[in-house]
């Protein structure tokens, strides 16, 4: 326990600025953690990824604005989050396995009208969300969906199945 309270610091407020950096690193990935255990559609619109980072850049500027963090300590724990969440977008791009983990992957809800309720269930989509997906995407049921796929942002998409339009 010792190495941890010399990495991060004292909880008095006379942390070093490399302290209330690894703070800030520390926290950032604990925060990537949690909005991945809540669950995708928890926060459905941006990914968790971005979330944690809108979450720590409001926090401590709001506590540097205040006074109840050092100003540069929290200035320079801000710029360490903003710029890990730059190098993992940017390294997402060059390996898939790497924006698995942070960004999360499609999952097939419905494959030709047939509905995948163990996936369901491991999402916590219920039949009444499902239903909600296929009607904002004006499908009437689930016999007219070739594929429903509840993307990494937490949207349900829908295909209609071709004979389904006629």
Do not use: Y
């Not at 941006?46 to 109840?68: C, E, F, H, Q, Y």
């Not at 300590?73 to 790497?98: C, D, E, K, N, P």
């Not at 995948?116 to 997906?133: K, N, S, V």
Request: aromatic share 4%.
């Amino acid at each position: 326990m010792e190495p941890l309270r010399a990495l991060i610091g004292p909880d008095t407020g006379d942390a070093t600025v490399a302290q209330l950096c690894a703070r800030a690193a520390i926290l950032f990935l604990f925060g990537v953690v949690c909005i991945r255990i809540a669950g995708r559609r928890t926060f459905s619109q941006i990914t968790p990824l971005d979330i944690i980072v809108a979450i720590i850049v409001g926090s401590n500027i709001s506590r540097a604005m205040t006074g109840k963090a050092p100003f540069f300590g929290g200035l320079a724990a801000t710029l360490v989050v903003v710029v890990l969440h730059r190098l993992i977008a940017m390294a997402t791009l060059h390996w898939s396995a790497l924006a698995q983990l942070f960004k999360g992957a499609p999952v097939t809800l419905v494959q030709d009208g047939v509905v995948d309720r163990t996936a369901m269930r491991r999402h916590a989509i219920g039949q009444a969300d499902l239903e909600e997906g296929l009607r904002m995407e004006q499908v009437e049921s689930v016999g007219d969906v070739r594929l429903a796929t509840l993307e990494a942002g937490g949207k349900i998409s829908v295909i209609r199945r071709r004979d389904a339009d006629t």
